[in-house]
T-cell receptor, first 109, second 116 residues
Framework: RKEVEQDPGPFNVPEGATVAFNCTYS??????FFWYRQDCRKEPKLLMSVYSSGNEDGRFTAQLNRASQYISLLIRDSKLSDSATYLCVPSYNFNKFYFGSGTKLNVKP | GAVVSQHPSWVICKSGTSVKIECRSLDFQATTMFWYRQFPKQSLMLMAT?????????EQGVEKDKFLINHASLTLSTLTVTSAHPEDSSFYICSATYVRGDTEAFFGQGTRLTVV
């Protein structure tokens, strides 16, 4: 079983749309959770941490369900610059990350 | 945020030669660094955990004699791809954290290796 399962997409959405990504993880010992974004041929960059109570950062909202081992990311009012691959990353061992395939988002004009 | 610098950003080498990639934490000390590899259109795959002052821990299926890791100081880890072959061509990325615990990881810019 994979450590992290994500729908690879691509999700093709128009500008201004709301889009949601989901992710499931297999290691119940995971303690920290992050969403990273990766642009083509670049390193991953932290988008936001995910807290148990859920958290919001501008147009981005993240939710965590530990019981179901499920993480979500909601992007409102999509911008062209949001086009990237979004990586769901649970961490349980000093930030040793096992990445899933990521979900590719294409925001169209 | 903390800065991790990786060098070189790209390299082309001939089959059979060795290539060294450096990963430096510029403004913090990193007792642990991680090395990843990413093939085109695939996910980042963890290769090994680099521990300062001790041997690296390799993931299953990664040849330790092929990918030599040295973490001689708290700010520098190196990955040497020995006797490189075209199938080793990939994007190699390191990451580091500065707090033992659950904080974000900081990634280097990555090194694109092409073996011809």
């Amino acid at each position: 079983r994979k450590e992290v399962e994500q729908d690879p997409g691509p999700f093709n959405v128009p500008e201004g749309a709301t889009v949601a990504f989901n992710c499931t993880y297999s290691n119940s010992a995971s303690q920290s959770f992050f969403w990273y974004r990766q642009d083509c041929r670049k390193e991953p960059k932290l988008l936001m941490s995910v807290y148990s109570s859920g958290n919001e950062d501008g147009r981005f909202t993240a939710q965590l369900n530990r019981a179901s081992q499920y993480i979500s990311l909601l992007i409102r009012d999509s911008k062209l610059s949001d086009s990237a691959t979004y990586l769901c990353v649970p961490s349980y061992n000093f930030n040793k990350f096992y990445f899933g395939s990521g979900t590719k988002l294409n925001v169209k004009p | 945020g903390a800065v991790v610098s990786q060098h070189p950003s790209w390299v082309i080498c001939k089959s059979g030669t060795s290539v060294k990639i450096e990963c430096r934490s510029l403004d913090f000390q990193a007792t642990t660094m991680f090395w990843y590899r990413q093939f085109p259109k695939q996910s980042l795959m963890l290769m090994a955990t680099s521990n300062e002052g001790s041997k690296a821990t390799y993931e299953q299926g990664v040849e330790k004699d092929k990918f030599l890791i040295n973490h001689a100081s708290l700010t520098l880890s190196t990955l040497t791809v020995t006797s490189a072959h075209p199938e080793d061509s990939s994007f190699y990325i390191c990451s580091a954290t500065y707090v033992r615990g659950d904080t974000e990881a900081f990634f280097g810019q990555g090194t694109r290796l092409t073996v011809v």
